[in-house]
């Protein structure tokens, strides 16, 4: 491709492009926050350093995941940056790299897609005529800026940009550099392809799949096709099967470690793409959820899915408009054909709205293992489709210009260029890279850094304990909020983590699998457990940034939004909470930022050896029971993987199956809300009821979807009505469902009565499907609870929609009055589901085996609240040692366990009633004789039950309503045959309808009876609440109407912890476990040395487990073909290694003691290359058989003394093995990048020469 | 032979009518995009494969399927102007996508 005159017009606008994005950001301004941070761009080196090269989770406790795919590119950058830093440009090595990558978005998109459409149309159209050369230039600039241009790809993220965002440009440019080769079969094309999937290899690796095979199969298909059949030239498959391979060794690196981790069954990345939980919950469910709101008329028309059609979007209609009229103009164009086949077929994955049939295909698709990744498939095709389109519009736009007078290609020239020019404004004026943060006060997402931060970020890279932090204020999704110099704010991963090299707890989520009980403790001011929690998880410093700018006003929801409800919600309060915390001493980098050292005897460093072993069947929560071990040093095991050899330690937890207990977070109060079409008068409406019928025959064998699915269904019929009430029929006789062949019947489910029967049979059906199911009696039972309270609600609704009904008859709504209340109440009075006395809780006790001994239980009674406690165990009595609790543990009766089964037992204690007085507030009147209230309500006729005011209903306020509790509440009714209405509220629900008290709606129900009846509700209050409201309203038609009340109580519902303590003859020796000095040489790699090891001990390290983690003896070989292949690999790639890099040369130094001095830490590294990287290839791992979860989350390995062959003193190196193929493989991409590169030189050199 | 004849003569009658047996059908696809509620497949593929067959039958080119696709677009056009997004403009849009297929394979088989 030469460079001509024509061509110096696309050339000037690519260069414009390519500098305009240096203008967005002033000097020192970076845009790094969002989910996938991009603090790369600010700190290239440190990222490469401590986060690109290895497959570890810098964050919380930590895990694997690979993150090496952006090597190439992070190299770059880092190369760059420093570059920069040294020629000292005004706008700062992060600006300038920042505007860079954008540029390079723009104007490569552009001159791609302008050649591109150039060779497409060029060949179609001779170039004979300048007319025509001028045409072609023309389109082929326009379908350039139609590409960067379009709404899909403005709004596609600019701000926070993942670094998959360059598909912008890559895309154009593979398939140019693609097409070249198909159509020219020069090497030179070829060898630049491969070069740039090294450079760019995040766009082929694993993480950038969706947009990988959304672009790159069907470009294929298409190059293949437009190759083979228009163009005539044979296609070089040679060239392609060698460039294949090229490809692959390039790619290397992170491709065979990532295919290596999804095919290893049992890992995280496996079970995402093949098990059927994430393919549904995380695949089906998020497509079937957002493709409603995809709209195929907004995909047409090349415009942003899911935004606001403005006026200027209409404009956007030019554009199919063209690509018709060329149809109408010119027959013989074969690649306009192939192009627009091809922009059919994304448009129609990218919108998935093309008929019911295609969406029906379009969800089978899921059931392909992988295919989930395209769940938020209309982003994920976007790209394709926006580029296909660009392709078919610049081919039309040729032959419109070329069939149509010069004043008619200026007026739509013109119009086009006005439409993209308005369109494109807010991009060229950098709108997009400033934007605000997400639900925050007008706060920009660009930063210029503070200098204090920056020191802060020194401290945390150089404090020189291996330890973790723990940030305030907390947030959600767990990111740092940082006010940048300018106003702006950085809302993103915590950079202690990715650019400091130290582990970071920033919010709820990196709390994990503590969170819970994190900001319950923190609630609560439980800091015996936070201390506990600290040590656990390896803390040694709270960070916490006290600046009000990023707490409070600026920021009232996002990022903190959950977590707020349980922490202080002022930065005053976070104040106040920290020095709560056990720390010694403070650091602060001005004003803002503080560290707080937790105190040496609360730290329990990285790796310890355990001083204390307990066995349990639920270590999680059981190490925070510190009433049975005092150790600070304590390794918690599960009984599911190892038991005590000597019975000593071993505590069982009881199983809770009261069916209550399945309710606890409002299960039962969730409201399905089904989207209705189908009208039921409708022919085919006869098919949706086959269907419906079909996917619960499908479900029958899934225990949690089927009852889902049936709930769902009956809401289905209550909203049917809701929808169609004033087009059904009534019927007036008993309804039968028509049989296949009786179409002249199917008239008849548009009926009030065909709905009814349907209900009925739907809630019989799913009752007899439970009884049946071979699960648990509680589960059962929890499941009618939850049936029940759907017919309450639809009671409710049905009646409310009865009351709006058009009457057709006189009579017709006194008919259906009468029919829905019979149903209803017989469906209510047939579900025999009467709630458990409180008093008496449910517990299974599962022994595990050959555990067979005498027992201590042991009842938690943290808050000594409960009252008369016993235990009755299968008929036997367990009486308290003490009535009072002692430390928050109540001590029973010895009981001998004999027998290896389930044993059942049921905890009895006294329940008080929360309501001490019934004290009504209402309009109103009340009389209260002996116990009975006797509430008179007032003019309620039509009420609207949304909103209680003093005039509507009889209101008791529950002001001792603790948070996050399970309460039963229960009263005896008489309303003398009036409909009343009782509701539920809670001062902080998140769900309901907010009423004049300030409380929201919980639950509602429908009471009538004439004579008393007993009524039952369960709910559990929000995590802060405040307080609860009872309301009785009147529904009835009549003016007043009377409600009498007794017996109301609101108890609440508790389900303690009881454990039984195997007893052991002998008291537990204390253990002596070996001194140890750890080191750690970068993330994946730790040297620790044990002195003094005589016993069995245990070696606990504070990291998420991982069956890859493993120790090994680096003094003994593994005597097995791989082991002398892989010693083999390792001494010649030491060899190599040596020949450029020497191993560390710092001397071994203690930096820090803890635990007494039992355990030290030597001065750490970070060396990700050195000639003793390969010291462990073909080398023992030792224990492996002995490697356990310990206290719930981190690795435990009980180390034997024949393991070590018996030495006392010795070194162990801990390593994530995985890492290993990492080091196999990147020499393989390094190598063949090194090749390749001087081959594509050379290639540039020779075709120089050629052309002199 | 009886068979025959009929067919022959629905033929004709088919031919005869061509005008307005095309009208019916352009006018059933306007009906159904104006039509309340939201797309029905039974209508959609009903009225295609009429379509196609006419196509066959009537020898209609490609050039009236793209001119009718204009027509459906400024239906679009309009639909979304004052209705937005609704059901009424995307069953304009399922069309459209219908008919610049089936203007595309025309084209196709017309070179």
New interface residues.
Partial sequence: MKISKLNLLPLLIAIILFLIPFLWLRPGEMDLGGDGNRLYFYDPVSYLQLHTPYNIIPTGIGGDSISYYALPLVSLFAVLGYIVSIIHLFLGPATLLIGMVNGMKLSIAFISCYFIVKELFTYEYKLGKSIVKGITEISAIFAGLFYIFSPILINSGWDKAILSHIQIFLNPLMFLLLLRYFTTHKTLYLLGLLLVTFIFSLNFSYAAAPAFFAFYPLSFLFLFLYTKFIRKIRIPIKGLIVGGVVALLLNAFHIFPHVFNILSFGGDVSSSVFSDQTKFSRGLDYFTGIAPSV???????NLAQLRD?VLIS?GF?IF??T???S??FN??N?TR?LT??FF?IV??FATA?????GFNFYKTLFYIPGFKMFRNFFAQWSFAQVFFYTLLFGQALGIVLHHTKKIYRILLLSFILTILSITAWPLMIGNFTNSINWLSKEISIVIQMDPQYEEALRFVREYPEDAKILSFPLTGPSYHVVAGKNGGAYVGPPMFSYIAGKNDFAGYESLFPFNEIFVNAAKKDNFLLIQKLLSILNIKYIFYNSDPYIYGENFLGFPYDYVKAFLPETQEGYKSFIEKFPINKAVSFGEKYHFYKISENIFLPHIFTATDTLYTNDPLNFQFVHQFSNEPRLAVFDTDDVLPQDGKGLFVETNNTNPLSHLLKNEHLHRHEPYI?S?LGDI?YYLSVYKEKIHLWRLRNNFEEYPNFSFFYLSKRIFEISKWKDEMLILRKEWKEPKPWEFYAWYTYNSWEAIFARYEKSASDLIIWVNNSPSSNDWKKAVFIKLKEQFYQHHLLVITNIKGYREKKIGDRDYLFSYANKTFRNLIENLDVHIDDPSSISYTLPIPDDQLSDYDPYLEDAQNQLLEPFIDLEGKRLSPLKEQAKDGMIEFDTVRINEQKQYALQLHITQENIINKVQWMSSGQVKEERETSELEVYHLVGNNNAKITQDTGIVQKITNWKPKTQYLITFDYLTQGDDFIFSLYDRAYKFGLKNSLGANLMLQRLLNSNTWKNHQAIVTSAPDTEYGVIQFSGNSEKENSEIYIKNLSVVEIVYPKIYFKKVSKDQKAPTNPPKIIFKKINPTKYHIQVFGAKEQYTLVFLEKFNKNWKLQNPEKNTENMRGNLARLYGTISKYIVSLFIKNSGNEDKIVASHLNGDVKESNHNNIFLEPNTSETWGKDAIAEDRHFYVNGYANGWNIEPLDMDGKENYTLILEMTTQKQFYLFLPISLLTAIILFIVFVVNIFKKHEKNL | MMIKKKLTLLSVFFKKNESSILTIMFLSIVADIFFPGASNDIRIFSITTIYIASIWFYKIKSRATFIFALFILAIMFILLLFTSTSANTEKAAVWLFFLIAIGIFQQMRER
């Fill in positions: 709209k195929a008329s907004v995909g047409l028309l059609i209409l209609f199919p408009a690509i018709l009229l149809f109408l027959k013989k074969k054909l627009g086949a059919l448009t129609f709205s093309i008929t019911d049939i079409s009208k085919y």
